[in-house]
């Protein structure tokens, strides 16, 4: 079965240093999306990116992040600045088609841990 | 604002039973997706059902059921004849019907014992 692939699998950085995790979606699929989870809390949306553009972003993506997908099969996810409060578990997910019952396909995700 | 609350971080079940996991919400739509997604261990979150809002009847995946109960904003995840393999953080998630933004419970843990 198709997967979404997420490298790396854990990072840790230093704070203030520029992070960018790395997501490979399912090949056929046109409509992508980066969630968080800081520890013991919610999975977070993120932002929503098809035909090279943001679609949807919540106030958690502020001017710190911004997405990329900077050729046909990889779509990035860049932390310019990072903060303490930054880590956290980054899932990154694609789908054929937006709305509707779609569930998307999910990553194993990449933990990022600031220090 | 749309909010899941799952109220039990964790569970265990004996292989071969049956476990009931919690989830409510809370939404002003009328319309919309609920969803259980399934993650095991150092693995890739996995869909593992979906119902959508208009439907009366219960959705069914094999040994996955769920209860909606659309007025009380609740929506169980039954597992029935449970394996060792379903050993995993289940996530409750909402999705209005138009729109990417998937809203997550906090997840439940479910260990199933041997």
């Known amino acids: 079965e198709p997967e979404v692939t997420q490298t790396p699998s854990h990072q840790v950085t230093q704070m203030g240093q520029e992070v960018i995790l790395r997501c490979v979606p399912i090949?056929?699929?046109?409509?992508f999306y980066w969630y968080r989870q800081i520890l013991g809390q919610k999975v977070e949306f993120l932002v929503s990116?098809?035909?090279?553009?943001?679609?949807?972003k919540s106030e958690i993506f502020d001017d710190q992040f911004s997405v990329e997908r900077p050729d046909g099969s990889n779509f990035t996810l860049k932390i310019r600045s990072t903060k303490l409060e930054d880590s956290a578990m980054y899932f990154c997910a694609s789908s054929e088609s937006q709305g509707g019952n779609y569930g998307y396909t999910f990553g194993s995700g990449t933990r990022l841990t600031v220090v | 604002a749309q909010t899941v609350t799952q109220s039990q971080p964790e569970m265990s079940v004996q292989e071969a039973e049956t476990v009931t996991l919690s989830c409510t919400y809370d939404t002003s739509e009328n319309n919309y997706y609920l969803f259980w997604y399934k993650q095991p261990p150092s693995r890739q979150m996995i869909l593992v059902i979906r119902q959508e809002a208009y439907k009366q009847q219960n959705a069914t995946e094999n040994r996955f059921s769920v209860n909606f109960q659309k007025a009380a904003k609740s929506f169980s995840l039954k597992i029935s004849d449970s394996q060792l393999g379903d050993t995993a953080m289940y996530f409750c998630a909402f999705r209005k019907l138009i729109g990417n933004q998937f809203y997550f419970g906090t997840g439940t843990s479910l260990t199933v014992i041997p």
């Open positions: 990116f098809y035909n090279n553009e943001i679609s949807e």
């Open positions: 090949s056929n699929h046109l409509y």
